[in-house]
């Protein structure tokens, strides 16, 4: 069936037809063409997240245009968000970690590869806590708002101190 076309018809809302008349996609000027690539580029971001580094790729390519923004918005002014870029360098880094997960872990999963799952993404998770903490222990973390740490501090401090005092409660 190679090389050989299946007609459809579709009906879409009248934004939706807006929507793609106005769409700008390389390569496709018809509504048909772009239909077409639309369906492509779904079909390689599916088959190109099926492992980490593949879904990483494609989730900062997302991402991407967010990044440049916050770039020009820095150059422009002079500054920069430490806490911010370790976030965004994090969220694609923890949701790669799960789109590929997803593949591997079956609704037979075995106990094993469910702690398996679960230390991963909790290694992930204190990955970006440490580092938040890490930019705590400076005397203004570099962002935008340089107490925006110190401000939250208090609480996690708390916590800390209820988990030591359970702790020692569990050890005697």
């Known amino acids: 069936m190679t090389g050989r076309t299946v007609p459809l018809s579709v009906r879409v809302s009248p934004e939706d037809a807006e929507f793609l008349a106005s769409f700008e996609m390389e390569g496709a000027d018809t509504p048909s063409e772009k239909l077409r690539a ?24 997302t991402i991407q245009p967010l990044m440049e923004k916050i770039q020009d ?40 590869e469910m702690i398996q799952l679960e230390r991963r993404v909790t290694d992930r998770v204190f990955r970006l806590i440490e580092g938040f903490l890490r930019l705590a222990v400076t005397q203004d973390c570099e962002g935008y708002d340089p107490q925006v740490i ?18 020692k409660e569990a050890s005697t």
Do not use: C, N
Not at 38 to 61: N, P, V
Not at 93 to 106: P, S
Not at 153 to 165: A, M, N, S
């Open 38 to 61: 639309l369906i492509s580029e779904a079909r390689k971001r599916q088959d190109s997240m099926s492992g980490f580094s593949e879904a990483q790729m494609e989730l900062r390519r």
């Open 73 to 112: 918005h820095e150059a422009a002014h002079e500054t920069y968000s430490q806490l911010l870029h370790l976030g965004l360098e994090w969220i694609p880094e923890a949701m790669a970690e799960l789109v590929a997960q997803r593949f591997r872990i079956t609704k037979d999963a075995s106990e094993e």
């Open 150 to 167: 110190k401000k939250r501090l208090p609480r996690v401090q708390q916590l800390i101190e209820l988990v030591r005092i359970m702790e």
